[in-house]
Structure formats: structure tokens, C-alpha cells
């Protein structure tokens, strides 16, 4: 498997033009740059996509680069409770 990884890796390094702006990106073995290339939206998008089945306890809505939170309870201080419980799980 690690052969792989790295064989797409290096094929994506030879294949793709250079990006605009490289910061390092650090993996349990691997060090590469992602920000600025081409990849970074496609990546962006499979990182962002599994958010609304991680996120059980409110209905999460997604739109390019934006999402809404929506939380519906009887009184406000179980919708704080609830929006406080949210931000902790997306911190982590």
C-alpha cells in the first residue's frame, strides 16, 4: 500500500504544473505541497464532504465553500447547548 501511495504521489508531482504557492504538508510518512495546486479544490471538496454524516445532532448544509448549521430545540438554552456541542466536535 505505501508503495502505492507514494507512486500516485510522485505521478502527481511529474504530471500537474507547479503551484503558485507551496506550503508543506506533513503525513505520517510523507512531506508534500498541496496549496496553491490545481488539486487543492478536489481535496478541499473530499475533506468537506463527509462533515454532514459526522455532524448527527443538527442539519448540515453545503454549498461550495460555504456551510450552514442548522439546529432546532424549544428553548434557547438547549440550542446553545446543542451549538456549543457542534463547534466542539468541527474543532476537532
Not at 504530471?15 to 490545481?38: E, F, K, N, R
Not at 468537506?48 to 454524516?53: R, T, W, Y
Amino acid at each position: 500500500m505505501t508503495g502505492e501511495v507514494e507512486g500516485v504521489i510522485l505521478f502527481l508531482r511529474k504530471s500537474l504544473p507547479p503551484p503558485i504557492y507551496t506550503a508543506p504538508v506533513t503525513t505520517d510518512d510523507h512531506t508534500w505541497s498541496a496549496t496553491g495546486s490545481i488539486l487543492c479544490p478536489l481535496i478541499f471538496l473530499i475533506y468537506i464532504n463527509d462533515l454532514p454524516m459526522y455532524i448527527q445532532e443538527a442539519e448540515l448544509i453545503l454549498y461550495a465553500d460555504d456551510t450552514n448549521v442548522l439546529i432546532i430545540d424549544n428553548s434557547q438554552e438547549a440550542l446553545q447547548t446543542k451549538l456549543f456541542l457542534i463547534m466542539k466536535k468541527l474543532e476537532t
